[in-house]
C-alpha cells in the first residue's frame, strides 16, 4: 500500500510502501524515471510498513530523510519495527530509535508509525537537531537527529516523551 506521501529532495523522488510482510522506501531520478535505490525495513522478519498518517518522509538540509516506521499485529522483532529512521540519501539506515516497548506495539498492532514525523527548526538548546512523532499508543518523541538512540530494552534515550490520547491504543493517525 502505498499510504505515505512522495518527497522530493534535488535529483531524487523517494516513495514509501507499507504492507503486513514488509516495509519499502525506493529513489528515482526525477528525470528518467530510473531506480536508484531500494531498502526493506524487515528483509528477515516482517513488519516495518510506511502508513505515517499520509505524510512523507522529512529531509534536512545535508538530505538526510526521517520517516517512522509501523508494525503488523505479532510481527518477529527483526529489522525496524516501529522505528525512527535516519536514512542517507542512498536509502541507508544511519540512526534509529525503537521504543523500549517495541514488544508490546508489536503484540498489539500499536503501530509507532501511524503518526508522522516533523523536523524542528534548529535551536540553541544542547540538541539543537530535533525529530518529533508519535504513534496509536499516544506517545509523541522528541528524539536527537544526531543519536537517536537506538533501542534499548528498559529505557527510551529520547530527549522526551510525552503521553497524550485517551485510548490505550488508537490516538495517533
Known amino acids: ?26 529513489s528515482y531520478d526525477k528525470t528518467t524515471l530510473a531506480q536508484l535505490n531500494v531498502l526493506n525495513t524487515t528483509p528477515d522478519g516482517g513488519g516495518g510498513a510506511f502508513w505515517n498518517s499520509g505524510g512523507g518522509p522529512a529531509i534536512d538540509s545535508s538530505g538526510n530523510l526521517f520517516i517512522i516506521s509501523a508494525t503488523d499485529q505479532n510481527d518477529p522483532g527483526s529489522g525496524y519495527n516501529d522505528s525512527f529512521l535516519k536514512l542517507s540519501p542512498t536509502l541507508s539506515v544511519t540512526d534509529f530509535f525503537m521504543p523500549s ?29 530535533e525529530v518529533i512523532g508519535g504513534g496509536k499508543d499516544g506517545r509523541i518523541f522528541v528524539v536527537n537527529r544526531d543519536n537517536m538512540g537506538m533501542f534499548v530494552s528498559n529505557a527510551n534515550h529520547v530527549i522526551q516523551t510525552v503521553q497524550t490520547g485517551t485510548q490505550q491504543y488508537d490516538n495517533m493517525f
Open 1 to 26: 500500500y502505498q499510504r505515505s506521501a512522495l518527497a522530493l529532495d534535488g535529483n531524487n523522488i523517494y516513495v514509501a510502501f507499507g504492507h503486513c510482510s514488509h516495509g519499502w522506501m525506493f
Open 101 to 129: 516497548n517495541d514488544a508490546t506495539l508489536r503484540a498489539n498492532d500499536a503501530d509507532l508509525g501511524s503518526g508522522d514525523d516533523v523536523i524542528m527548526p534548529d535551536n540553541s538548546s544542547s540538541t539543537p537537531h
